[in-house]
């Protein structure tokens, strides 16, 4: 490619790849709010499994924890959408073991 042709070539292809990131914030945006409408939607799942949970077993799920963990990782899927920040944070481990 002749040199005076390389200045515009970079321009252009600038131009053509800045929209293309813009479009990629927007799509995870969106696919990470599908996400958290699919997690609330877990809630009426874990009522019922709650209600047909057998009260007098020895060990039992706790769902209460289950409920704290999925909050906590909605919220931190709702805090990138908010407000993306270049550096990553911490959070809290998640319990796991649901199990008592």
């Known amino acids: 490619m002749k040199r005076h ?3 515009p070539f970079s321009l252009i292809i600038g131009l053509v790849v800045t929209p293309a990131a813009f479009a990629d ?18 809630d009426s799942l ?6 047909n949970a ?5 060990i039992r799920f706790r769902y209460d924890w289950l409920r704290q963990d999925l909050k906590q990782i909605t919220d931190g899927i709702q ?22």
């Open 79 to 100: 805090s990138h959408i908010d407000s993306p920040r270049a550096q990553p944070r911490s959070f809290p481990p998640l319990r796991g073991d649901y199990r008592r």
């Open 46 to 51: 874990i009522k019922r499994a709650e209600a």
């Open 5 to 7: 042709l390389w200045l």
């Open 54 to 58: 057998e009260q007098d077993s020895r």
């Open 25 to 42: 914030a927007d799509a995870e945006r969106e696919a990470l709010a599908k996400v958290i409408h699919e997690l609330n939607a877990l």
